[in-house]
């Protein structure tokens, strides 16, 4: 009976065991940390990664500003954690124990926002898919005593808002569009302003002309479409022309080379040189017989 007693007791102590664990490892997250510019650790299964749709757009914009390329910046709000990356990309991980926890792109980095000389915002696009769209976000610089990712919301489906503070930016003229672009686009950009003030064009005319000098600039994402020309038929009159072209072109040369061993084979001296006016050979030779001629032959 003791040891009937003794084993059961040893059971309920291994089961309390067993059940403690249990608890401990119930509360536990498991949180699949991201790597470097906000993608999934690079040891896991191809599968499991995150897969950017597009490349990011090269680093832009204020100088000071390119210290931040290479660093992420990370929050965690309520079931989320985000990771920002400038110049990179956004990604969004579910703190969650469930097996199908989400982690996806909220954005890649491709271009700025601008206003009145001023860089508003920094724009994250083509994302995951949401719905019918892709996910974007857009990111705003506020002055702050130290750099960190402050807030993160979504303020309309499939578009997100992020607020970064930064000292880099606490300067007045720290985010100053004009000094970033090279003296030929100031240049652009003062004749531009010049020839709105004097009514030489409309304000739409005006917002045209910068967008290309930021487009230029890298500062914005070309807009303009490549349409590849359509390959010329073999047989189309242009190919036809440009070969008879071809073509004459030989016979006249291989004409040429045979009056030149002709007035060799006589004997008789000619110049090399082509009038350039008519472009024929011209033959200096006078008073001259012909082999088999009993009569003279002026060439000129």
């Known amino acids: ?56 757009s090269q680093v832009s914009g204020p100088a000071h500003l390119h210290q931040l390329d290479g660093k992420c910046f990370s929050l965690t709000e309520a079931m989320y954690k985000y990771e920002f990356c400038p110049f990179h990309n956004i990604t969004q991980h579910e703190q969650s124990f469930r097996w199908n926890a989400y982690s996806g792109i909220l954005g890649i980095w491709q271009e700025w926002e601008m206003a009145n000389n001023t860089f508003t915002g920094m724009w994250m696009r083509d994302g995951d898919t949401c719905g019918v769209r892709n996910r974007e976000t857009k990111v705003t610089l506020v002055c702050s005593e130290s750099t960190k990712l402050a807030q993160v919301s979504e303020p309309s489906t499939c578009v997100y808002s992020l607020t970064f503070k ?66 010329v038929a073999a047989d189309s009159k242009i190919h036809s022309s440009l070969q008879k072209c071809t073509e004459d072109f030989k016979k006249q040369r291989e004409e040429i080379a045979r009056l030149r061993a002709l007035l060799t084979q006589h004997n008789i001296p000619f110049d090399s040189k082509q009038n350039e006016s008519k472009g024929a050979v011209t033959v200096a030779a006078k008073d001259q017989h012909l082999r088999g001629d009993t009569g003279l032959i002026d060439l000129q």
């Open 1 to 56: 009976m003791y040891c009937f007693s003794k084993g059961i007791f040893s059971l309920l102590r291994l089961w309390m065991v067993y059940m403690s664990l249990f608890r401990i490892a119930g509360k536990m997250k498991i949180v699949e940390e991201p790597n470097t510019f906000g993608l999934n650790n690079p040891f896991l299964a191809q599968g499991s990664r995150l897969q950017p749709k597009v490349t990011p």
């Open 166 to 231: 930064t000292p880099l930016v606490c300067h007045p003229h720290s985010l100053l569009v004009y000094p970033t672009l090279t003296e030929e686009l100031q240049r652009e950009w003062d004749e531009a302003e010049q020839a709105r003030y004097e009514g030489l064009i409309t304000d739409q005319g005006y917002n045209h002309l910068l967008r290309d000098i930021f487009e230029e600039a890298g500062l914005l994402k070309s807009q303009k479409v490549k349409v590849k020309l359509p390959e």
